[in-house]
């Protein structure tokens, strides 16, 4: 009887486990399901709300940069300094729109066949945010070789991780410095864009976290406004999409410095 009893007691303890072993297994999956509902209706919202803000940003750049041109009269140099600053928040929130579209998309086509030169793209790149560095006053430093080869993807596609890489170092740019970027050929016949501010570096631990979706570091001590942790995911993204890679390191002498290196394009797709 005793040891029928133990026996007893011995099966009851494993269907005890086995049941607290299922339900933990089904509140895991419950709070994933959650997780992921939450994940795509943020995708939703953003996808929705950057839809509705393309056509309005568009005519706030289009009125700033005709009054500035003074096509609705003489502006004054004062005057001038307030459009740029408008233009340039204008591009912050039309960079943020794009990457808002980004989130919605389950696969990023960079163009099959495809080839860009990231020298062109960095040009471009600057270009669009020297309004955004001139109202922090922050310079942007480009050192481009002219012999670094193609690399796989679309323009627009290599504009975006060249214009968030760019955003986020101004960002967290001291008034006065500078934000040095650069493309060089790679020993293996790749290309290396490397993106370097001299803000306050790093923050100790996880690193691969920046680039996590709605992930961000500390707050910029030289930014008004904290983001969304966006930006640092579609440059991963579509880095990636692209067959590179990212990584992030202290720069030497302070900040932080992200460097994309891109594989030479396959031998059997012709270059141009």
């Known amino acids: 009887d005793v040891a029928f009893v133990d026996r007893v007691t011995d099966v009851t303890s494993t269907a005890m486990d086995r049941i607290r072993l299922r339900s933990r297994l089904a509140s895991e999956e419950a709070l994933r399901l959650a997780a992921a509902d939450l994940t795509r209706r943020k995708t939703d919202f953003f996808a929705r709300l950057a839809h509705d803000l393309r056509s309005p940003l568009a005519s706030i750049r289009w009125s700033a940069s005709n009054l500035r041109d003074g096509l609705a009269g003489p502006i004054a140099p004062d005057q001038v300094e307030y459009l740029r600053s408008i233009e340039a928040a204008a591009v912050q929130l039309s960079r943020l729109v794009d990457d808002l579209v980004d989130l919605g998309r389950s696969d990023l086509d960079v163009g099959r066949g495809q080839h860009v030169h990231l020298g062109d793209v960095v040009r471009e790149g600057v270009t669009i945010l020297k309004p955004v560095a001139d109202s922090k006053r922050v310079r942007i430093d480009a050192i481009v070789s002219d012999d670094a080869p193609p690399v796989r993807g679309r323009h627009d596609a290599a504009l975006r991780v ?41 923050p100790p631990g996880d690193r691969d976290r920046l680039f996590r979706l709605f992930e961000q570091g500390p707050e910029s001590p030289h930014a008004g406004t904290k983001g969304f942790g966006i930006g640092l995911h579609v440059v991963k993204s579509w880095t990636e999409a692209m067959g590179g890679s990212v990584a992030v390191d202290d720069a030497p002498g302070g900040g932080a410095q992200f460097t994309c290196r891109f594989p030479p394009p396959p031998p059997t797709e012709s270059n141009p």
Request: hydrophobic share 35%.
């Open 162 to 202: 060249v214009v968030n890489l760019l955003d986020n170092a101004v960002k967290y740019s001291p008034e006065g410095s500078s934000v040095d970027v650069s493309v060089a050929s790679t020993p293996d016949g790749g290309v290396a864009l490397s993106v370097r501010d001299h803000g306050p570096g790093l």
